[in-house]
């Protein structure tokens, strides 16, 4: 196998040897070191988690006390701890609240994995910052060059657009509860939207985490307390999932949005309905991800979850050594 | 091409007809010539430009994106349009918009060899949106579910103008319609047909309710199971039109070399054969899916034309020697008719037989009938009355049979569009083999209530026991009783039937799915 010996890709996650510690497991383990708060990452049930405090916070919040026990350590950014020689550190992603990729540095070699990330501007998290490194395990969910995200303000400008386009319909933008969700939000404030900003229930208690954590999300009102009328001509989010669910009989008339990197390809946002597609996505197009590895430049590139196969032709083209691992569990599509 | 880029996403996104109408209007309203018409003829799939393939887009593509990144991408995005308009490399530096009149003239003017750097030279204009729009004009296959019929309609409604009169003149006037738009625009005199073989939109039948006709006023036809036809011929052309007015002459060569006179006919297009009226009344016709053999080719093998030999039924008399019959009443246009039809290739044409009834009981009496005849019903039209288009109450009426039923059990069902995105309201329904396995032997979304439809929605959730993607399997326990028009043998589907306008006549929850009918069953009532 090239490449450091000190850690293995295995299906169910990255396993640290000397450290004896898990990066991401998708299984229950003694030790894990979490990078963010998506459900395919931080998975319920490990003994200590290492992780920034937003990460843990909104572990705590999905999954309860368990993740509150005393052995899991909180993070901040550059900050990071040492385990079996192995020197841990935790550096933005840029991916949702609290993410991060995660440093490691044994016997003179750099390994960063990125977890997911982005590279274009979030009100609501720190930006990714370039980690020089040995090995760059990267994430390539758009791993095609068929994904090109447009600028964000345009989405939302049409997003804008289509609520005054239809005052007697209330517009259903489907978002991610965890990311997704706020940075629509935030980006809506920054363009000027300050009316109450109308969100399903199942959003509340992850916006009022970022609220605590100094996101400005302004005011939200639940779906579930106001009249169907009232709705007409305004903004409402929920999960992707309650789109064409029962629960959507509740609002006038709703125009289908959702916003996700997938609504770049006509064909899915038509196979789920959407009427208006928004390509906003909280990871990397394929400019970012190819631009990335130039930057950070490392000696190997892995790459996981994604359409690995492209990315990785992309590195053959540009002579970079490069493998790809074949992680499970890690296509979530909605949180995309 | 941003305009046009812009209608073709929100067409693609919507679906309601309604919408889809509002943006074509606002489009076509405030575009300028020739642009708009090029986009009305690109929507409607009139556009043809023989030196550009979807072999050109790719060989193209070659040139600038890595094969292999090319093929995964194609594979992931499932239309080599849109991957070519999202791969291709966005040019450095901003150009003016590029016109639809330039990119039509360009790609016109292409021979096969220049084509790709001709395509390559407007790619280079464009962002992805606008590649895409591009790709699509130029290869066809715009699948924005805009069908002839709604561009007319959004014509009418963008100037106010009858949808009649743009059906007439629709046809006669190529793209990109420079005549019809000034005459919409009121800046022009109604365009001279004359000398053009065009569309005269298609007179339309009520159904028959409750309603008894007196026979004094009413002539009674029978209605055969084909599709309705306008044959047109005039200054040398003949031209072969179905009921939205789309052109299929191509598809039955044989009918457009027999048709020689100038006239315009309006029939019933059928198959020769021995299933409909039977043949001892008059040469016979085959089921409708002995036609469908024949419907939707571009070229017509020799086997076809033997196989499925196609003939018209003729109902009526539109025009002839230049003379337009329309505004003379029924029993005026028969008479011409019964005299005109003799004068044609009896081989290909002949005169759909009036019915004579007594009156209306004897008339029903024969109608009773009309199921072992295999014909789908009688046509009553009034005697005075012009050939009009559309449907105008009192002047025909459609009184077809009564419809086959059986008892059958829901089986799968999948959720319905646009305002019943939120409702499982397309059901699957199967019938019991002898063996006691229950298979699927049609799919119905029509028929039923808003409030049987919130139960059956209900029912749905409640008794799901598996997911496949956007289907639910439910448990086996719902007798849908289903109506239908008529069943045929198919080899499609594994119960070998097939239904014609399945739709949902009742909810039998009084019976238990064991009761249901089987497959034998139905299989006796095939024609």
């Known amino acids: 196998m090239p490449g450091a010996s000190w850690i293995e890709p295995h299906p169910s996650g990255i396993y640290v040897k000397p450290a004896d510690l898990w990066i991401d497991p998708s299984r229950p383990v003694a030790r894990a070191a979490v990078t963010h708060g998506h459900a395919d990452h931080a998975r319920s049930g490990h003994g200590a988690v ?17 993740a509150e026990a005393t052995h899991n350590q909180a993070f901040a950014y550059g900050d990071g701890f040492e385990r079996g020689g ?62 090109r995200h447009p600028p964000t303000g345009d989405e939302i400008a049409k997003l804008i657009g289509a609520v005054r386009a239809e005052p007697d319909r209330a517009i259903l933008v489907g978002a991610y509860a965890l990311g997704k969700a706020q940075r629509v939000i935030a980006e809506l404030r920054g363009a000027g939207w300050d009316a109450p900003i109308y969100i399903h229930g199942a959003l509340e208690r992850m916006c009022a985490l970022y609220a605590a954590h100094g996101v400005d999300l302004g005011e939200l009102r639940l779906v579930s307390e106001t009249d169907k009328a009232a709705m007409a001509g305004q903004i409402v989010i929920a999960p992707p999932s309650a789109l064409n669910d029962r629960w959507s009989r509740r609002l006038p008339d709703p125009v289908t949005a959702m916003a996700s990197g997938w609504m770049r390809v006509r064909q899915r946002a038509r196979q789920r309905m959407v009427e208006l597609p928004l390509v906003i996505s909280d990871h990397a197009d394929w400019d970012e991800l190819t631009a990335t590895i130039a930057e950070v430049n490392p000696k190997e590139s892995w790459i996981t979850h994604g359409s690995e196969d492209g990315l990785l032709r992309w590195c053959e083209l540009t002579q970079r050594k490069a493998r790809a691992l074949h992680l499970v569990g890690r296509d979530l599509e909605e949180e995309v | 091409m941003k305009r046009f880029a812009a209608l073709i996403d929100r067409l693609i996104y919507t679906r309601s007809r309604n919408s889809k109408l509002a943006l074509i209007v606002d489009y076509l309203k405030h575009t300028p010539d020739p642009d708009r018409g090029w986009a009305l003829a690109a929507l409607t799939e009139a556009l043809d430009f023989s030196a550009v393939k979807a072999g050109t887009v790719r060989t193209l593509l070659a040139t600038r994106v890595d094969e292999e990144l090319f093929r995964l991408s194609r594979h992931f995005v499932g239309d080599t349009a849109e991957t070519a308009a999202l791969l291709w490399p966005d040019a450095p530096g901003k150009s003016a918009d590029l016109s639809i009149s330039e990119a039509v003239d360009a790609l016109a003017a292409a021979s096969r060899s220049d084509a790709p750097a001709v395509v390559a030279a407007l790619l280079d204009r464009l962002d992805a949106d606008g590649r895409y729009a591009l790709l699509k004009l130029a290869l066809g296959g715009m699948r924005v579910g805009v069908s002839a019929r709604l561009a007319k309609q959004a014509f009418a409604q963008a100037f106010g103008v009858p949808v009649d009169d743009v059906e007439e003149l629709w046809h006669a006037i190529p793209p990109p319609y420079a005549p019809l738009f000034a005459w919409g625009e009121g800046r022009a005199p109604r365009p001279d047909l004359a000398d053009v073989a065009f569309f005269r939109p298609f007179m339309l039948a009520h159904p028959l309710e409750e309603e008894v006709v007196d026979l004094a006023d009413f002539a009674a036809e029978w209605k055969w199971d084909g599709i309705r036809v306008q044959i047109v011929h005039a200054a040398g052309a003949t031209r072969i039109y179905s009921r939205g007015g789309e052109e299929i002459s191509s598809a039955f060569p044989e009918l457009v070399a027999a048709f020689d006179r100038e006239a315009v006919i309006d029939g019933e297009l059928l198959v020769r054969g021995e299933v409909q009226g039977g043949p001892e009344t008059q040469g016979g016709a085959a089921s409708f899916n002995a036609l469908q053999q024949r419907l939707g080719r571009k070229t017509v093998s020799k086997k076809m034309l033997a196989d499925y030999p196609a003939f018209v039924r003729v109902y009526d008399l539109l025009a002839v020697a230049g003379d337009d019959l329309r505004g003379l009443p029924w029993s005026e246009r028969r008479r011409q008719l019964e005299a005109f039809v003799p004068r044609l290739a009896a081989s290909h044409f002949d005169l759909s037989p009036l019915i004579a009834a007594a009156d209306f009981n004897a008339l029903a009496d024969l109608r009773a009938g009309a199921r072992d005849a295999a014909i789908e019903g009688v046509m009553l039209k009034r005697r005075d009355a012009p050939y009009v288009a559309g449907r105008r109450a009192g002047l025909w009426y459609k009184w077809k049979r009564d419809p086959l039923s059986a008892d059958c059990v829901m089986m799968y069902a999948q959720r319905g569009n646009g305002r019943r995105a939120s409702f499982y309201s397309d059901y699957t329904f199967g019938c019991w083999t002898e063996t006691g396995e229950l298979l699927p032997v049609g799919k119905a979304y029509s028929g039923f209530t808003d409030e049987e439809l919130k139960w059956l929605d209900k029912f749905v959730r409640d008794n799901t026991v598996d997911r496949f993607g956007p289907v639910r399997e439910v448990e086996k326990t719902l007798v849908l009783e289903v109506a239908f028009d008529s069943i045929h043998a198919s080899k499609r589907h594994k119960s070998g039937l097939a239904m014609r306008f399945p739709r949902i006549a009742r909810i039998r929850r009084d019976k238990p799915a064991e009761e249901a009918d089987r497959i034998a069953t139905l299989r006796g009532m095939v024609t």
């Open chain 1, 50 to 66: 290492f992780a920034t405090p937003e990460t843990l916070a909104i572990m705590v919040l999905r999954y309860g006390v368990d």
């Open chain 1, 86 to 147: 192995v020197r841990f550190s935790f550096h933005p992603a840029g991916h949702v609240l609290g993410s991060a990729q995660i440093l490691m540095e044994y016997r003179g070699e750099r390994i960063v994995v990125t977890g997911d990330y982005k590279r274009r501007a979030d009100p609501t998290c720190a930006p990714f910052e370039v980690v020089p490194c040995d090995i760059f395990v990267t994430e390539a969910t758009f791993g095609l060059p068929v994904f």
